[in-house]
């Protein structure tokens, strides 16, 4: 851990009490100015800081990184430079806004065009995703669908607890928080229907995931380590897998889900780095079944990341319907890379591998509305009387992220969804 991650650090930019992004974060992001390109930038409190803009003045040269590598849509170019440059533009940039550092602070004429009011800009899908992988990675999810869907005794599947069940998903309908999702159409048919039928689900869920974005280009035939895992981790952000339960349910076999999944996913604006996450390390559950080398690890890989999930229907001020943590994960990121790449599958930076529905111990932990009403038999009360046992149209789906150590918060935002009739 080096000196960013002080929980003593201040910055000279103004960062309210309880701000997810004090200096000890520096997230990276995608901002657009109105009549502007754009541009790479980082978040102290409620200021977007203009990396291309930054850099054009020289006061990043340290950094080795060429100023139109911040020139961009996307944060794929600066990904590709690797871990040795992410670390050290960090480093350099955590101390030009320290409290102390005069070098910008007293620069008054840089200010109007380095630093934005979050207000003024239009933040943007952060990376270009070539390839989505969805883990399937929470006991407490994977137990409880198991319960309601097979036999209660046998919840997982034999292969549960020996590797990271995945699919590869379609990366093209995963957007930015904010982006309406129209509710998908696709078939389903009910236990007592001959046939199936074609409309709009009548089970929209939402999925309280984690994704962490590839950093760092594989060849293919090759595979990754644990321990080499997570040189090749840009971040994290929070990522709403939304899911329409009953098109796959009757879709998923024998291939695994399909329309049911790829109608839109939501992640949120801002990357978190593995750095900034470095004081927040904890252990995970114990993997009580042996596991092959390839997915042996030393060290804490889990992440103590409090995670929220509110809904708010139109008009009406948001329900908080979970609470839950992302430190409950049975298979951590580095073992889901492992065995991502075991067979030798190439990766790419930008890729985006989300972590599965998370869910905790208990019913209010749980990570969707199918365990919260738990299959429709326990719906859940809103502040208008109304009950939900899945989402409504019109529904907005929010969900928050952060951890909390030693007086230290790092958060990611949040990311939100608002479902609109199907067309």
């Known amino acids: 851990m080096d000196n960013t991650n002080d929980p003593s650090l201040k910055s000279w930019i103004k960062v309210e009490e309880g701000s997810d992004f004090?200096?000890?974060?520096i997230p990276f992001g995608i901002i657009q100015r109105k009549d502007t390109s754009p541009h790479v930038a980082v978040r102290i409190g409620n200021t977007a800081i203009d990396l291309f803009i930054l850099a054009k003045s020289g006061l990043?040269?340290?950094?080795?990184?060429?100023?139109e590598i911040f020139n961009n849509d996307i944060l794929n170019p600066l990904i590709s430079l690797g871990k040795p440059y992410w670390r050290s533009l960090r480093k350099i940039i955590s101390e030009l806004f320290e409290v102390n550092n005069s070098i910008l602070r007293d620069n008054k004429a840089l200010h109007n065009e380095i630093l934005i009011s979050l207000d003024e800009v239009h933040m943007l899908l952060p990376i270009r995703i070539g390839d989505y992988t969805d883990f399937y990675s929470?006991?407490?999810?994977?137990?409880?669908?198991?319960?309601?869907?097979?036999?209660?005794?046998?919840?997982?599947?034999?292969?549960?607890?020996?590797?990271?069940?995945?699919?590869?998903?379609?990366?093209?309908?995963?957007?930015?928080?904010?982006?309406?999702?129209y509710r998908p159409k696709g078939q389903t048919k009910a236990d007592n229907d001959e046939l199936p039928?074609?409309?709009?689900?009548?089970?929209?869920?939402?999925?309280?995931?984690?994704?962490?974005?590839?950093?760092?280009?594989?060849?293919?035939?090759?595979?990754?380590?644990?321990?080499?895992?997570?040189?090749?981790?840009?971040?994290?952000?929070?990522?709403?897998?939304?899911?329409?339960?009953?098109?796959?349910?009757?879709?998923?076999?024998?291939?695994?889900?399909?329309?049911?999944?790829?109608?839109?996913?939501?992640?949120?604006?801002w990357v978190v780095t593995m750095d900034a996450l470095e004081p927040f390390r904890t252990a995970g559950p114990k993997q009580d079944t042996p596991i092959l080398p390839y997915l042996q690890f030393t060290g804490s890989r889990n992440f103590d990341i409090e995670l929220d999930v509110f809904i708010q229907p139109e008009g009406q001020k948001p329900l908080?319907?979970?609470?839950?943590?992302?430190?409950?994960?049975?298979?951590?990121?580095?073992?889901?890379?492992?065995?991502?790449?075991?067979?030798?599958c190439n990766i790419n930076a930008g890729d985006l591998f989300a972590s599965g529905?998370?869910?905790?111990?208990d019913a209010g932990s749980y990570g969707?509305?199918?365990?919260?009403?738990?299959?429709?038999?326990?719906?859940?009360?809103?502040?208008?009387?109304?009950?939900?046992?899945?989402?409504?149209?019109?529904?907005?789906?929010i969900m928050k992220g952060y951890c909390v150590k030693d007086g230290l918060r790092i958060g990611f935002g949040e990311v939100s969804a608002k479902i609109l009739p199907a067309k």
């Open 357 to 361: 529905t998370i869910s905790g111990p």
């Open 320 to 344: 908080q319907v979970c609470h839950s943590n992302f430190k409950y994960m049975y298979w951590n990121m580095a073992q889901q890379l492992a065995h991502q790449t075991v067979n030798g």
């Open 138 to 181: 929470s006991i407490e999810h994977a137990t409880n669908v198991g319960i309601m869907f097979r036999d209660p005794a046998n919840a997982l599947l034999p292969n549960w607890k020996h590797m990271p069940v995945g699919y590869h998903g379609r990366s093209s309908s995963i957007v930015v928080s904010g982006t309406d999702i």
């Open 22 to 25: 004090p200096i000890q974060n």
């Open 368 to 397: 969707s509305m199918l365990e919260l009403a738990w299959k429709g038999t326990k719906p859940l009360k809103f502040h208008d009387g109304t009950e939900r046992t899945f989402i409504l149209d019109n529904d907005t789906v």
């Open 60 to 67: 990043l040269d340290a950094s080795g990184i060429k100023p």
């Open 197 to 269: 039928k074609l409309g709009p689900t009548k089970q929209l869920d939402f999925e309280l995931e984690m994704a962490f974005i590839g950093g760092k280009k594989t060849e293919l035939g090759t595979s990754v380590s644990t321990d080499e895992a997570e040189d090749h981790i840009f971040g994290m952000a929070i990522f709403n897998d939304l899911s329409a339960r009953d098109i796959q349910k009757w879709e998923y076999v024998p291939l695994g889900p399909f329309l049911g999944k790829n109608f839109g996913s939501s992640l949120s604006p």
